[in-house]
């Protein structure tokens, strides 16, 4: 009785590009003004058909991991704002600097 082993086979070589993260990002929109948690599904649609989809999804909406995960475990508006406050705060430290 013989054996048949099968050809290994090549794995393709996946080249990570580093994040280039879009101008205005969802939470950036949220700060603003300009979105809500009801744009939150339609922006993940976009990394999902887009070419940012080689990158994170937190990342995509302008969220680290942490605030990504809250935000999922509560998706509400007054979660979302409580992260926007967050963000506008340190985005206007950065600024003053």
Partial sequence: ????T???KRRK????K???PPEFTFIDKVVEGKATIVDLDPHIDMWHLG????NLLHEFLGL???????????????????IATRYKKKKEKKKSK
Wanted: no cysteine; net charge negative.
């Fill in 13 to 16: 070589r996946i080249e990570i």
């Fill in 51 to 54: 070419e940012e989809a080689t």
């Fill in 64 to 82: 680290t991991f942490a605030d990504y995960k809250k935000l999922l475990s509560k998706p509400d508006d007054e979660n979302l704002q409580e």
């Fill in 6 to 8: 099968a050809p290994k």
């Fill in 18 to 20: 580093e994040y280039d």
């Fill in 1 to 4: 009785m013989s054996t048949v």
